[in-house]
């Protein structure tokens, strides 16, 4: 730690240094480089000066000449050029004396130097210099020269003046017309003489400024090169002093570190990472990252090369162990190209192997029955529900068995619970053996079974439980001399897609199991639907009517439920709900119309609504959508299924991009692991358009933790009966520990719902969970009420309810 903190230390002033060198370097360049423009700038002010002075000059000697015609020949033509060509040198001075004011008069500085011929773009030049550098070296020689040229210019006017006064007949005298060409060729001498010293003044200052161009190049072509060599010079020394520790860190780091080429040939690699797939460092160096990863973590473009921009993206790859072993790392990696276009990836790889290890005996206490070694109860729902998504899409028949032990609290009660949980552990063992490949078997609890026989209706199954159960009649079971005879009584339902929903299979194939034990026992039951089930499925019709007529009707009503930020109360973020009023204006919450509308294909036509409402009243609340952070909205595995409700998704995002990044899309595990290619399609498309997605009660029985890679959510939103039983289950609390680890460590978002007590919420951020929703933040709200108030701070309420 010491060594760290001086190697910190060191660097700081060295990268600092280095820093100020090339500050300076910067700043001398910018400066010399201003420098030099000016002086550019001078001199081309210096050749616009040149050539207004020969206006200057043409202008006074036109006007000389003109003068002169018009004493020997008396055309008043001539008096007329006269003063228009006196006119140039006029331009000119009236512009220096607008100049010369305490304040310049801009404007008639311009027109005055316009009519002295000068070019429309040098004017800006005479202006500027004139203002700034009249007064240095020549230029201030120039100007004094410029002035003592007015007396005569004025001079010439008044006797062009004095001229068109006097009549032509009496310039026909010799001695009147001598008198006025001696006073024209006065005034020309005295021009001509001043025009002249003037001239020289000018060509000596555009010289001056030539020599100074001359020398302020070269001075900052010294300067720059100096500067130059010394910061190279420091530069490479940093370099080397760079490479050294960066050689240093890398064989000296505890986590695997190797450095590839583009072909992904291992070119280095340190000794942690030869620990960690078990191979010598030198046989390592030998090896491509094919070789070290097993079977599809490598990521190919379509010619076979490795594609780098994918392959690079930070996430856990499966590595091979010498032996052929699996090694988990959490891979991250950088690519960097040599000044030749080189390719080379310097990538760091920990060894997150036990981390899995937790996970999967995590996953297998939550999923599993610790007595018999069987799925559970809750691992038996999640598996119905992803039959039943799969028969409503593909089609087909399954059938679930419900088996109850006859007379098992005899043994218990005889024999002991030792006895009764050997002979459970045999039955179990009996069953798995006894189902075909394919089928699956699990405890519901006590002495209550479960078992699934996949593609199988009800005859076949029945045929199936049958041979089960004469072979049990001839099984042993050794537990205690006098023991009874083991047999059971099986309920068989049919799983359709007209099956409402898990707790409906799970109530049908009990009560089929009740009448098997009231028939006499140890037999077979199928369920039938009796005219009690045929009227429930015509409510079911009339519920989903009165939910067609309440979309139309403008009646399906959205809600809001809070979803406070850990750390940041005053951050806005919730859910949409959805209710619907009915026609007698009875409130219903979705469980009473939801199973009606998945079940007969409705769900799409739902979602489109609700969407559809969600933006219009989002775009007349500008107030509340600037100070909106993110609004949750649900997507039924329906509509994820369906190529036409994400082409609607998407033109409803690029006709509302304001609200993209506003909403984050909530579909649940089940349904984004039941129809992964297009629920990655799904995510893909939103989150191009600025959305954000969630993963909806994840968690259940951890077997979608191998998905998240192709499932690239920005939330987990932990399932519910995790989080209400965690503070009296230590599996769910240990569940709801391993989910928000597995988040942090994805970069996930994650957010615990059922939320129903202060002292559960207190836990929960103190195990670092980032979100929390659920009765004890806030009850569920109309969206209008929500958007329309004056928000505020999320605080903790600690009332207990179900779930919003």
Request: glycine residues 8%; contains cysteine; hydrophobic residues 45%.
């Amino acid at each position: 730690m010491g060594r760290g903190k001086e190697q910190h230390r060191r660097r700081v002033p060295m990268t600092r240094g280095l820093w100020v060198r090339f500050v300076l370097l910067t700043g001398m360049a910018i400066g010399l480089v201003g420098l030099s423009a000016l002086i550019q700038e001078l001199q081309a002010a210096s050749t616009a000066w040149i050539a207004g002075q020969g206006h200057w000059s043409r202008g006074q000697q036109d006007a000389t000449a003109a003068l002169s015609r018009y004493l020997a020949r008396g055309d008043a033509h001539d008096l007329d050029d006269a003063r228009r060509a006196l006119q140039v040198p006029l331009g000119d001075l009236h512009a220096r004396l607008a100049l010369e004011q305490p304040e310049p008069d801009l404007a008639k500085a311009r027109e005055g130097f316009l009519r002295g011929g000068n070019a429309r773009g040098d004017v800006s030049r005479l202006i500027f210099s004139f203002r700034y550098a009249r007064d240095l070296g020549e230029f201030s020689e120039a100007t004094r020269l410029w002035r003592q040229t007015d007396t005569h210019l004025l001079t010439m006017q008044a006797l062009i003046d004095e001229l068109d006064k006097v009549p032509p007949q009496s310039l026909q005298q010799p001695r009147v017309r001598d008198h006025y060409m001696q006073r024209v060729h006065d005034v020309d001498l005295q021009l001509q003489s001043q025009a002249e010293a003037f001239s020289q003044a000018l060509l000596r200052m555009a010289h001056t400024v030539r020599i100074a161009t001359l020398i302020v190049g070269g001075f900052s072509v010294l300067i720059i090169t100096l500067m130059a060599v010394a910061l190279a010079r420091r530069v490479g020394k940093d370099l080397t002093e760079h490479e050294s520790r960066f050689r240093a860190a890398f064989y000296q780091a505890n986590v695997g570190m190797l450095k590839l080429d583009a072909a992904g040939r291992v070119m280095e690699a340190n000794q942690a990472m030869a620990d960690i797939l078990d191979y010598r460092r030198d046989v390592l160096q030998q090896m491509a990252l094919g070789d070290l990863l097993m079977d599809g973590e490598l990521v190919l473009d379509a010619d076979g090369r490795i594609d780098w921009d994918r392959q690079l993206r930070p996430g856990e790859l499966r590595f091979r162990r010498r032996d052929g072993s699996l090694v988990w790392g959490r891979w991250s990696g950088t690519a960097v190209r040599s000044a030749g276009g080189r390719l080379s990836v310097f990538s760091i790889i920990e060894d997150v192997s036990q981390n899995h290890a937790l996970a999967r005996e995590i996953e297998h206490h939550a999923s599993h029955d610790p007595l018999t070694g069987l799925i559970n109860r809750r691992e038996i729902e999640r598996l119905l529900e992803r039959a039943l998504l799969q028969v409503r899409s593909e089609g087909g028949t399954h059938s679930l068995c419900y088996i109850n032990l006859d007379h098992f609290k005899l043994v218990n009660d005889s024999f002991g619970h030792a006895a009764g949980d050997q002979m459970l552990r045999g039955f179990a063992e009996y069953l798995v053996g006894a189902v075909r490949d394919g089928d699956w078997v699990g405890r519901l609890g006590a002495d209550e079974f479960a078992v699934f026989l996949g593609r199988a209706s009800q005859d076949e199954a029945k045929r199936v439980l049958q041979r089960l159960i004469r072979n049990l009649g001839q099984a042993t079971f050794p537990i205690s001399e006098g023991s009874p005879q083991l047999s059971c009584s099986i309920g068989v339902v049919e799983v359709t897609a007209d099956a409402p929903d898990v707790n409906w299979l799970m109530s049908a194939a009990d009560s089929a199991c009740y009448a098997a034990k009231q028939a006499g026992r140890n037999r077979v039951h199928c369920f039938n639907e009796d005219r009690l089930a045929l009227d429930e499925r015509r409510h079911e019709a009339e519920r989903l009517q009165r939910v067609s007529r309440a979309m139309a009707e403008n009646r399906m009503l959205l809600y809001a439920q809070r979803i406070a930020k850990v750390g940041d109360p005053a951050y806005l973020h919730y859910e949409v709900l959805v209710r619907m009023r009915d026609a007698d204006g009875a409130l219903h919450l979705p469980g009473q119309f939801m199973p009606a509308v998945e079940r007969y294909g409705m769900a799409m036509a739902l979602d489109r609504h609700v969407l559809g409402l969600l933006f219009r009243h989002l775009q007349v609340c500008p107030a509340h959508l600037r100070q909106l952070g993110l609004c949750n909205v649900n997507v039924s595995a329906q509509s994820i299924a369906e190529p036409s409700f994400l082409a609607f998704v998407c033109d409803l995002l690029e006709r509302n991009r304001a609200l993209a990044a506003k909403l984050c899309f909530e579909v649940t595990e089940t349904a984004a692991i039941s129809n992964l290619t297009q629920a990655r399609a799904f995510i893909d498309a939103v989150k191009a358009r600025g959305c954000r997605m969630a993963l909806d009660d994840f968690g259940s029985g951890l077997s979608s933790f191998g998905y998240l890679r192709q499932l690239p959510a920005d939330i987990l939103k932990i399932d519910g009966a995790f989080v209400r039983d965690m503070d009296t289950d230590a599996v769910s609390r240990a569940t709801v520990r391993a989910i928000s680890e597995l988040g942090r460590e994805l970069q996930m978002e994650v957010v615990a719902e059922w939320v129903e007590t202060a002292e559960v919420a207190q836990t929960l951020a103190d195990m670092g969970v980032e979100g929390l929703q659920g009765y004890a933040i806030e009850r569920p709200q109309p969206l209008e009420r929500l958007t329309l108030a004056n928000q505020r701070p999320v605080r903790l309420v600690g009332t207990q309810g179900p779930p919003g």
